[in-house]
């Protein structure tokens, strides 16, 4: 598994089988608006990225993540 899946299942508390790029904020139930900041920072902290607030907004599914993590770097 790569970090970024690593990290993400980590914040989510999600094994690897549940972490698709679907996933939504909507659809799981954990993933509510502190672990979202949690998450957020986490990847900011571990890619040397900073995340304007409506980067952080906008954000909405995992695939959402996965290119922000791409544009960002």
Request: aromatic content about 6%.
């Amino acid at each position: 598994m790569a970090v970024f899946e690593e990290l993400v299942c980590a914040v989510l508390g999600l094994t690897p089988e549940d972490l698709t790029d679907d996933l939504s904020r909507a659809s799981h139930h954990a993933w509510d608006s502190i672990r979202h900041i949690e998450l957020m920072v986490t990847l900011e902290g571990h890619y040397g990225m900073s995340f304007s607030s409506r980067q952080m907004a906008s954000v909405h599914t995992v695939r959402e993540l996965r290119t922000l993590v791409g544009e960002a770097g």
